[in-house]
């Protein structure tokens, strides 16, 4: 089990890293995930939901994503509040001060021990800090859940935030002795500078907490070209290309955002400048293209949106020429209305939309979740994504969809071509696509490179970073030292 001595100090790209190690050894790897909370979430090749992060772990492992690899999804919607997703399926909403929540346990431990029946091998990937002393109670998350099956823990600190020494030292202190005897060494991330000026410290904090250094990792670059898990990493989100006629696209940050890995592939293209519009700062003036993003909670971030003043930027774009995509609740505030009725992504309510394609939105129990493909109506290109909402939209805009799937067009286009919209996650990362999507901005330039090679081509470059620098062998040792999981019969690995 890989921890953290805090939140976005690399878990989560570690463990996608080791799954392309150790799967490129020959073993079945296979990642897992006991809680995650985010709003950056796929939907599983067994029809339900996980993190984001989750599934590209499962693709660096080369086998399919499955909703036991993440049981429990927390998607904070506001309010205090979060959709709870256990196994794939929304339960209900977790809030804040509540009485105490239902207990998972049961079927998360359930969830590890079918990941672990098909793997020689699997990666548990904690969340945020390893040790809260306030949130110790029923902690399923870091700990208590390797105590639970007895796994060794490796914990993860990163010296570029600074403090390495108090985060490490202090991570010791705040863990009680059976946890710390838990901990089978330490790896410091994103070290930048030669890894031998380091030593002296990593000896220093071998001999003070016991635990073995298992080594440094050298800063990587091309990281921020996978999809994140946390939208606290959207602020170093922000892609600038050189060339001054690059096509730029700018994305609200707003404050539910969800799904943003949608623009990864765009933001990877060397002739765009994608940039993500922090709040307090107008929609720049020239950009091509202003695409609203998926969201958690529509009805917030539809206020908020009006709060900045991005709606009269909207339309002031449109007015110089400018495009607008709306993509799942994007496009539902696209609309002339969008309602909650029963308070599914917080307090119930309705509100105008913005009033540039004719539809109108309600929010209704039963959230479809379905991997599917099609084509791009205005460029006959291939598309495939997959859907992941509450929204049922209806208007005569949809006489004119953006898309047309498997089983039924999907979203709108105006009239003019300019105002654009879809329920479809994950549709630029079909290349064709893209590039053709993206040559109504460009002036005869040649696309750029495919998107799920460029992905594979980052993992298969990280692994063989990981296994430069850190003891790849001895970790495996140790997982192979661990007793048995309970129920589970042990691979062929």
């Given at each position: ?6 939140s ?23 990642p ?40 429990l ?8 509040a ?28 359930d ?35 390797a ?9 993860l600190?990163?010296?570029e ?8 030292l ?45 080594g440094?990792v ?41 799904n ?54 909207l ?43 004719d ?19 205005h ?8 859907e ?22 999907d ?83």
């Amino acid at each position: 089990m890989i921890q953290g001595t805090a939140s976005d100090v690399g878990k989560s790209l570690l463990v996608a890293g080791l799954c392309r190690l150790y799967a490129r050894r020959g073993l079945r790897v296979a990642p897992f995930k006991p809680l995650n909370m985010s709003n950056n979430a796929a939907v599983a090749a067994d029809g339900g939901e996980i993190g984001r992060a989750q599934a590209l772990q499962a693709l660096a492992a080369g086998r399919p994503a499955s909703v036991h690899m993440n049981p429990l999804l927390l998607k904070p919607q506001g309010d205090g509040a979060a959709q709870v997703v256990l196994q794939g399926e929304v339960v209900g909403t977790a809030r804040a001060g509540a009485a105490r929540p239902p207990d998972h346990r049961a079927s998360i431990l359930d969830s590890f021990r079918r990941i672990c029946r098909e793997a020689d091998l699997v990666l548990v990937e904690g969340a945020g800090a390893a040790v809260e002393p306030n949130l110790r109670g029923g902690n399923i998350a870091n700990m208590g859940f390797a105590a639970a099956l007895d796994l060794p823990v490796v914990m993860l600190a990163d010296i570029e935030r600074g403090g390495v020494f108090a985060s490490l030292l202090g991570t010791h202190l705040l863990l009680d002795d059976a946890e710390r005897a838990r901990v089978c060494g330490f790896v410091i991330n994103k070290f930048r500078g030669r890894p031998a000026l380091f030593a002296d410290g990593a000896a220093d904090l071998a001999d003070r907490t016991g635990w073995p250094h298992l080594g440094v990792v050298p800063w990587f670059d091309g990281l921020d070209r996978l999809p994140a898990e946390d939208a606290v990493v959207l602020g170093r989100r922000r892609t600038a290309a050189a060339d001054p006629s690059a096509i730029r696209i700018a994305v609200p940050a707003l404050p539910h955002i969800a799904n943003f890995d949608d623009f990864d592939p765009l933001a990877a293209e060397a002739d765009v400048a994608l940039e993500l519009i922090a709040p307090g700062s107008p929609l720049p003036g020239d950009a091509d293209l202003v695409i609203l993003p998926g969201s958690k909670a529509t009805l917030a971030d539809l206020a908020c949106l009006r709060a900045e003043g991005w709606d009269i930027d909207l339309q002031a774009h449109l007015r110089r020429g400018g495009h607008v995509l709306g993509i799942c609740a994007g496009l539902q505030m696209l609309g002339r209305s969008v309602a909650d009725p029963g308070g599914l992504e917080g307090t119930p309510g309705r509100a105008a939309g913005l009033g540039l394609l004719d539809l109108e939105t309600e929010l209704i129990p039963g959230k479809r979740l379905v991997r599917t493909a099609g084509i791009d109506v205005h460029s006959g290109e291939a598309v495939q994504g997959y859907e992941m909402h509450n929204g049922v939209s209806l208007g005569p805009a949809l006489a004119r969809p953006m898309l047309r799937l498997k089983s039924r067009p999907d979203g709108a286009l105006s009239d003019d071509g300019r105002v654009m919209g879809c329920y479809l996650h994950g549709l630029f990362a079909a290349d064709t696509f893209r590039h053709a999507f993206l040559q109504r901005f460009r002036a005869g330039r040649a696309a750029g490179p495919g998107h799920d090679a460029a992905v594979n081509a980052v993992l298969d470059a990280w692994a063989a970073h990981l296994d430069a620098c850190l003891e790849a062998d001895a970790l495996l040792r140790r997982a192979g030292d661990v007793a048995r999981v309970p129920g589970v019969r042990r691979g062929a690995g």
